[in-house]
């Protein structure tokens, strides 16, 4: 009946299925982005399991969330995102709804957009996360993109950036990663941040700030300063944040959508767009990753716990990351590697090519993604070494 061809496999998931498929004992996946710990496991982080716990005993029922989801989610995720008592809170220009995952969060936006900007032009930056065309492909959006990434000095292509925002035209929407960016791990610094700003400003863009990974880099309030800039501007922004990677709840699909404005009024005729273009999405979100951040975030002691928890992944990835860097600069003396020790986050922007990334593949059963992308969180005291050994020997 549908004369279709073959969809081309997500470059990131499809590439999780192949790991799966593959028998190699000593198989190393370093695709997607997922957090393992040093014996290659993704944790249940116990403050869930403890929030978990609770919920079980007081649970009462099943029964429909409403459209924006746990109540005391969007609270916390607002004093996540501005602090506790911050000005946008106390004036009510924030209003924020569950969505499910990150993911979710971003095709909201962008229906959303379509209902308040359906002429903007929406920018993503060279390179971005692969998913952030198609999502905003898919909901109809025109994209275009900014450059970003500097492959010779593998650093932040600042003159490109600048000269890219001139051409961004009145109305148009930035896409912008609030920290640890995804895939080069190149953030933007705070020259970029403030030319962003005045832009935004001179030219009414709306910007979006893609938030997936706040906690990550150096901590909760560090990693929201780019984001602050914008704030402190005055600007009205979106914030799509993810709960996916900092709670280690990958499967249980929970993010949030924020949706900042010049006054109170102003936010809640937009959040009633937004929850509008949630109704006719996925109606409204399911409970349970929800429950478990807002149980976390409401309790002292869960907090503080998880704050713990999330600091051990991120020394792990940073401990990780020096690892690989000094394997492969004591393998191979010809390139400096020190590149990696500046990236941020989870990711690393190897240079890997497409070739070298599949002879990784197919002769050492390393996964991964095919722009070179490496997962450093996937690394770990034991795959250390036999990693640097294949890379050394593809380059
Ligand atoms: C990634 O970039 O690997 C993660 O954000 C997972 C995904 O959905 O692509």
């Not at 001139?166 to 109305?171: D, F, K, L, Q, T």
């Amino acid at each position: 009946m549908f004369q279709l061809d073959l969809a081309p496999a997500d470059p990131i998931l499809g590439l999780t299925e192949t790991y799966k498929a593959d028998a190699h004992p000593d198989k190393i996946n370093l695709g997607v982005g997922v957090y393992q710990d040093a014996t290659g496991k993704t944790p249940i982080l116990k403050a869930v399991t403890q929030a978990e716990e609770r919920l079980l005993e007081t649970e009462t029922g099943k029964s429909y969330l409403p459209i924006p989801g746990v109540a005391e989610l969007a609270t916390h995720t607002q004093e996540l995102l501005f602090g506790a008592g911050h000005t946008i809170i106390k004036e009510g220009r924030a209003k924020t709804a569950q969505t499910p995952g990150g993911t979710g969060a971003l095709r909201v936006a962008a229906d959303f957009l379509l209902r308040a900007a359906p002429q903007a032009t929406v920018w993503i930056s060279n390179p971005s996360w692969a998913n952030h065309q198609a999502i905003f492909e898919a909901a109809g959006h025109r994209i275009e993109d900014y450059r970003y990434y500097d492959k010779v000095s593998q650093g932040l292509d600042g003159e490109g950036l600048m000269a890219d925002l001139e051409r961004v035209s009145e109305g148009d929407v930035l896409i912008i990663h609030g920290c640890c960016h995804n895939p080069s791990g190149i953030d933007l610094d705070q020259t970029a941040w403030e030319a962003i700003a005045a832009q935004a400003r001179a030219k009414n863009l709306i910007c979006l700030v893609d938030f997936a990974y706040q906690g990550f880099d150096e901590g909760l309030e560090e990693d929201r300063a780019g984001l602050h800039v914008l704030l402190n501007a005055g600007l009205a922004v979106l914030v799509t944040s993810s709960y996916s990677k900092n709670f280690s709840l990958y499967s249980e699909r929970i993010g949030a959508i924020t949706v900042v404005e010049e006054t109170a009024d102003d936010a809640i005729k937009a959040f009633s767009h937004i929850q509008a273009a949630i109704r006719a999405i996925y109606s409204s979100p399911p409970a349970h990753g929800g429950k478990i951040v807002a149980t976390i975030l409401g309790d002292t002691s869960m907090r503080a716990l998880w704050i713990q928890e999330l600091a051990d992944m991120r020394t792990r990835i940073k401990e990780m990351r020096q690892a690989f860097a000094h394997g492969m600069a004591a393998r191979q003396q010809a390139i400096d590697f020190d590149f990696i020790n500046h990236q941020k986050g989870m990711f690393s922007f190897s240079g890997l090519t497409q070739e070298q990334v599949l002879k990784l593949r197919a002769d050492n059963h390393i996964y991964i993604v095919g722009s070179g992308r490496i997962n450093i969180a996937g690394i770990t005291p034991t795959n250390v070494d036999p990693l640097c050994d294949a890379i050394a020997r593809v380059i």
